[in-house]
């Protein structure tokens, strides 16, 4: 069970941090990804983190920008978004499943992130 946090309203150029978070089981050996779904666009897998070795993989829409991270003693995997846009206002979801086959069973709920002046 996958639990997504910390969207909101925030202003253009400010920065959030999302959570992922799983209840019931470890995800030490699972990669974590977050996507994001904007109203009338498809979804977008931004960024992947593995399970073991934690490399990361980002869009280009968010490289530089975004950082996931990911700490297994908290069974938390974090998405930090800095220097965020309108562009960037979307429902954003965590997955469980693998960066490299793009094959993600679990998913948690979305959080809304939206971004206006």
């Known amino acids: 069970q996958l639990q997504a946090f910390g969207g909101g309203l925030v202003q253009p150029g400010s920065s959030l941090r999302l959570s992922c978070v799983a209840s019931e089981s470890s995800l030490d050996y699972y990669a974590i990804a977050w996507f994001r779904q904007a109203p009338g666009k498809e979804r977008e897998r931004i960024s992947c983190i593995t399970g073991r070795e934690g490399s990361t993989y980002y869009a280009d829409s968010v490289k530089g920008r975004f950082i996931i991270s990911r700490d297994n003693a908290k069974n938390t995997v974090y998405l930090q978004m800095n220097s965020l846009t309108t562009e960037d206002t979307a429902t954003y979801y965590c997955?469980?499943?693998?960066?490299?086959?793009?094959?993600?069973?679990?998913w948690g709920q979305g959080t809304q992130v939206t971004v206006s002046s």
């Open positions: 997955a469980a499943g693998a960066c490299s086959t793009g094959y993600f069973p679990a």
